[in-house]
């Protein structure tokens, strides 16, 4: 069953898509597959051109996803 992430509307998962890697709006794109497009030099203009189905606001929303989980933070925890 596909849900969503709180903040993220845009943003689905479901097992029975792509494995369960986040994707735009159930669609077979990856958050993953927009963040190395972007990060290779693709611009936004030009993944809009080369998936026309994809929407400016889904690529945005991919940006702040990523950036949501980049923000992690590792504690190290103490022996007792």
């Known amino acids: 069953?596909?849900?969503?992430?709180?903040?993220f509307p845009r943003i689905?998962?479901?097992t029975a898509v792509m494995g369960g890697k986040p994707c735009i709006r159930g669609?077979?794109?990856t958050v993953g597959m927009i963040l190395g497009e972007l990060g290779g030099g693709t611009t936004i203009?030009?993944?809009?051109?080369g998936y026309p189905y994809l929407?400016?606001?889904?690529?945005?929303e991919a940006l702040r996803f990523g950036a949501s989980l980049a923000g992690f933070r590792?504690?190290?925890l103490v022996a007792a």
């Open 1 to 7: 069953m596909p849900h969503t992430y709180q903040g």
């Open 12 to 14: 689905s998962v479901d």
């Open 27 to 29: 669609m077979r794109v």
């Open 45 to 49: 203009d030009e993944l809009l051109a």
């Open 55 to 60: 929407e400016r606001e889904d690529i945005l």
């Open 74 to 76: 590792e504690v190290g």
